[in-house]
């Protein structure tokens, strides 16, 4: 998800910084922009419109146009409300002081939770833990074969249960097989889905 919406804002920047004078049509334009590339990353309709808004609100200011860099000036405000948005400050994970810490993957499908998973526990692995991944999707085809390769390109160790459909099942064996070999990190890569339902959020709870 982080990745596609990169992709598309370094789109409308560039369109941005090529141009030596804004005039309040193109800062619009690039926000109508920017706003749907947000929501096409599923980010809240209520939350996007504030986003835009208060990005409008400066951007549109006498300083943006008396700039020499126009385009930068705005593209500094679309940062500074990117940073705000995802919580202002870099959060570090919160380790149990008694082991192992769970960390459950959420997220809607085909937003890439598999592959942050692995990011996530090959930087915990750099810092001397002991990750485990857990393989919770139990719908997807090839869900747990692609953790698995995943596990293997990192050097760690996946917990899988081949045939069980049953994700609360198998992470609760997780947790008991992650205490036995001394594993302090454990990572449930959870189930997607199109869309919110009640299905899954009823599933998610009880897997917490």
């Known amino acids: ?25 193109d800062v619009s334009e690039a926000m109508r922009e920017v706003q749907r590339a947000l929501l096409e990353a599923d980010v809240s309709l209520p939350v996007v419109k504030d986003f835009v808004a208060r990005v409008k609100e400066k951007a549109i200011g006498e300083d943006v146009w008396k700039s020499l860099t126009p385009g930068q000036l705005v593209i500094k405000y679309v940062r500074d409300e990117l940073v705000e948005l995802m919580g202002g400050q870099n959060e570090k994970i919160h380790l149990a002081s ?12 085909g937003q890439g939770k598999t592959t942050s998973t692995g990011k996530l526990a090959r ?9 485990l991944l857990v393989a919770c999707d139990v719908y997807r085809p090839a869900a747990v074969t692609q953790l698995q390769v995943l596990g293997r390109q990192l050097d760690i160790p996946v917990y899988a249960e081949e045939g069980s459909q049953n994700p609360v099942e198998i992470a609760r064996h997780a947790l008991e097989h992650a205490e036995r070999t001394a594993r302090d990190v454990i990572f449930v890569d959870t189930a997607g889905r199109l869309h919110v ?3 899954l959020m009823t599933e998610l709870k009880e897997l917490r």
């Open 98 to 109: 008694q082991p192992p810490t769970v960390i459950m993957m959420v997220g809607l499908h």
């Open 123 to 131: 930087l915990l692995k750099e810092q001397g833990r002991k990750p």
């Open 197 to 199: 339902d009640d299905g």
């Open 1 to 25: 998800m982080l990745d596609s919406i990169g992709q598309r804002l370094t789109a409308i920047f560039k369109n941005l910084r090529s141009r030596g004078k804004l005039t309040e049509s």
